[in-house]
Nanobody
Framework: QVQVVESGGGLVQPGGSLRLSCAAS????????MGWYRQGSGKQREMVAL???????NYADSVKGRFTISRDNAKNSGYLQMNSLKPEDTAVYFC????????????WGQGTQVTVSS
């Protein structure tokens, strides 16, 4: 069975850091663009960061310079390093694995809660 599972969320003070992990199983992660999305309470889902098969990255303006996306295809995993966290970063963070162009397949994780508060 295909699974995409996030971990690493939690409660952190403003200015702190968290590292989110995304573990995929049942797929060859190297065929997928990997992305992180988030949805705050009462807000629309937004793209946070993307990394392509070739390693190209894209970030939302609100996180540029603070967050870093990476991947380890040998481990079928992706990561989001979040530094200098702000209260407005509070949201449920979702991992996405997208190979619609190559395989017609797209998968989402269940989400992990990140809360930034003093």
């Amino acid at each position: 069975q295909v699974q995409v599972v996030e971990s690493g969320g939690g409660l952190v003070q403003p200015g702190g850091s968290l590292r989110l992990s995304c573990a995929a199983s049942g797929i060859n992660f190297s065929y997928y663009t990997m992305g992180w999305y988030r949805q705050g309470s009462g807000k629309q889902r937004e793209m946070v960061a993307l990394i392509t098969r070739g390693g190209d990255t894209n970030y939302a303006d609100s996180v540029k310079g603070r967050f870093t996306i990476s991947r380890d295809n040998a481990k079928n995993s992706g990561y989001l390093q979040m530094n200098s966290l702000k209260p407005e970063d509070t949201a449920v963070y979702f991992c996405n694995a997208d190979a619609r162009a190559l395989l017609g397949r797209n998968y989402w994780g269940q989400g992990t809660q990140v809360t930034v508060s003093s």
